[in-house]
């Protein structure tokens, strides 16, 4: 098997269990998000897989080769902090040749190397900087530098843009996505934010409190996801919530919420949030709150509306959270608000 | 105010070198005040001259610093590292009792071991106890500064592929620099001051530190205080240290600026 596998991965501190026998694969060249909230064992597990902590139980598998009790200077794993751990007191070419020189590379390919990857950062300029001298976008590139230096067989990212403002971030993806995926390497990608998870990522894993709730495309975990919490965490403005029969709750994707005539139930906008392409409006309904989202163009009066959605767009789950199937006796008594 | 504070901090030093530069009848108002180095030149020639006292000082304040700092410096790092919780949270309230035990409770066992280990005598010797004092503060500190350094900066070069003693080269020594040297500069100050422990353990003449060698001073005339004599020693013994700071003071300082070791 080539690419990256964890085999029921399990980290222990003390006696809290930060991963729960977690299995993932990751294919040569594909990105992996692992996507959570704070505390869910996402940056765990890339430590874990970069060697820096040891595994409390499970196999790390290497194309095929376990690399589970291999120490971390030997992996040729190449990772990106957040806070990119650049060393302060070296200047940025050294920053970059402190890896090369302690594994003897001779120099002149270490220069070579070295200037290569700085031509194609567009660092050339700032070798000579010291970390404190550069901004958070220089850095954060310097960072990209080191780990793509290294000609390393797994990439690890954890939160790598998390340190920058929205647009750089937005800017940088692209390039991110073009210059660390799709080579030979796996990619493993660690963030809280889903919007950059699903702009990076190929497949996105869902952690909570160290259990994997669910792996998927991007288009897969959004439009069918297996649990309450998945459905929960994707997706902004956050879905809606409508409790069901027997603790059972219907979920309903704020952009799945349409206008009617006359069905559904009533709803009275309460607050309105103009975000140019489209409008947020904060309906009060004898359900409770519900979060619709209204294209550019459509009005809602503000005395009331009524609203509805279509029954292929409901999403059930049980008390326990898991999904369940679109037809059942949970269904009834919301049957009014489907059109 | 800023030249109230100066005039405060450096009036005794200033008054020390005045009083060295005068003949001893000019002190009390008898005689000539005009500038002479003759107590330099008494306390040099003396019996030890004082620069032997002074090299003496500076071995073992020498000694006393690298000793500290390579012990303290592992130790610190491993408690604030792999730190054990309970056991690393009493290993530091034991070095901060340690730190403020009052030493002068311990001279009598500390002669009682240089006898029978016959460690009299021995400047090397001398260098053990200093150490044992200095070390509790050395490690507080160092620990702190340990503790101050993003472990990811450690992280990052576990996977350039640096194993420890190189980690501990090119990436820890560098980064705790200014922490080093100021630890530095505390130790071999307490080295350099000891006098109890130098008192009762060196006895022959050639191999006094400077405090023993200048309390002799004093006994070389019953009558008179000699008060140039003194003078003259604090003077000379206030130049290497001097000297230590200004040198240490650089790095100090360009840890300071270097700043923003968040990466």
């Known amino acids: 098997m080539s690419g990256l596998q964890l085999q029921q991965l399990s980290r222990r501190c003390g006696d809290r269990l930060v991963l729960e026998h977690l299995d993932l694969a990751v294919a040569p060249g594909e990105c992996l998000a692992l996507l959570g909230p704070s505390g869910c064992g996402k940056t765990t597990t890339l430590r874990l897989v970069a060697g820096l902590d040891p595994c409390s139980g499970g196999r790390i598998l290497l ?12 992996r040729e794993v190449a990772m990106v902090f957040q806070s990119y751990a650049l060393f302060p007191h070296l200047d ?22 070295i200037a290569s990857v700085l031509e194609l950062l567009q660092l050339t300029a700032l070798v000579r900087r010291r970390p404190a001298q550069l901004s958070g976008g220089q850095r954060q590139r310097v960072a990209l530098a080191r780990a793509l230096l290294r000609q390393p067989r797994i990439v690890l990212l954890d939160e790598p843009m998390s340190n920058l403002d929205a647009r750089l971030r937005e800017e940088l993806r692209p390039e991110l996505r073009r210059l660390l995926c799709g080579g030979e390497p796996p990619v493993l990608y660690v963030t809280h934010d889903q919007q950059e998870a699903m702009g990076m990522a190929d497949r996105i894993a869902v952690l909570q409190a160290g259990r994997l709730e669910q792996v998927g495309g991007v288009r897969e975990l959004y439009t069918d996801p297996a649990s309450r919490f998945v459905a929960d965490f994707l997706g902004r403005p956050a879905i809606n919530w409508l409790p069901g029969r027997d603790g059972t709750a219907l979920g309903l994707r704020p952009e799945h919420l349409r206008p009617r005539p006359e069905g559904g139930l009533q709803a009275r906008p309460e607050r309105r949030e103009w975000w140019g392409h489209q409008q947020l409006l904060w309906l009060e309904t004898p359900r409770g709150t519900l979060r619709m989202l209204l294209p550019e163009g459509a009005e809602a009066g503000a005395e009331g509306l009524r609203v509805g959605w279509r029954a292929a767009d409901e999403l059930w789950f049980d008390a326990a959270g ?9 269904r009834q008594g919301l049957e009014s608000g489907a059109v | 105010m800023r030249a109230l504070v100066l005039l405060w901090s450096l009036g005794p030093l200033l008054w020390q070198l005045r009083t060295s530069l005068l003949p001893p009848d000019a002190l009390v108002g008898q005689g000539p005040t005009a500038w002479t180095l003759e107590n330099y030149r008494l306390v040099l020639s003396g019996d030890p001259p004082l620069w032997a006292s002074l090299r003496n000082s500076g071995l073992v304040g020498l000694g006393t610093t690298l000793l500290t700092l390579s012990l303290a410096l592992p130790c610190a790092y491993a408690l604030q590292r792999h730190r054990a919780g309970l056991l690393g949270w009493g290993v530091g309230a034991v070095l901060l009792a340690a730190s403020l035990f ?3 409770l311990l001279f009598l066992g500390l002669l009682e071991m240089a006898r029978s280990l016959h460690l009299a005598n021995s400047l090397t010797a001398l260098c053990l106890p200093y150490t044992a004092l200095a070390l509790p503060l050395a490690i507080l500190i160092l620990r702190a500064a340990i503790a101050a350094l993003p472990p990811e900066l450690e992280d990052a070069a576990r996977l350039e592929g640096l194993a420890l003693g190189q980690r501990l080269r090119s990436v820890l020594l560098p980064l705790l620099a200014p922490a080093l040297a100021s630890t530095a500069i505390l130790t071999f100050l ?17 191999r006094l530190t400077l405090p023993t060698a200048m309390a002799r001073l004093a006994g070389s005339s019953v009558f008179t205080v000699p008060y140039g004599a003194f003078a003259a020693a604090t003077v000379l013994g206030s130049l290497p240290l001097l000297l230590l700071v200004l040198v240490a003071q650089r790095w100090i300082i360009s840890g300071l600026t270097q700043g923003a070791v968040k990466g």
């Open chain 1, 63 to 74: 194309n095929g080769e376990d690399i589970t009790a291999r120490p971390a200077g030997e």
């Open chain 1, 322 to 330: 898991q999904r369940l199937s679109a037809e059942g006796p949970w």
């Open chain 1, 92 to 113: 940025v070419g050294e920053n970059l040749a402190l890896g090369l020189r302690s594994r003897g590379i001779p120099r002149a390919e270490r220069d070579r190397r």
């Open chain 2, 190 to 206: 307490a080295s350099w001051n000891e006098y109890p422990i130098a008192l009762t353990w060196i006895s022959r003449v050639d």
């Open chain 2, 102 to 104: 009052p030493t002068v």
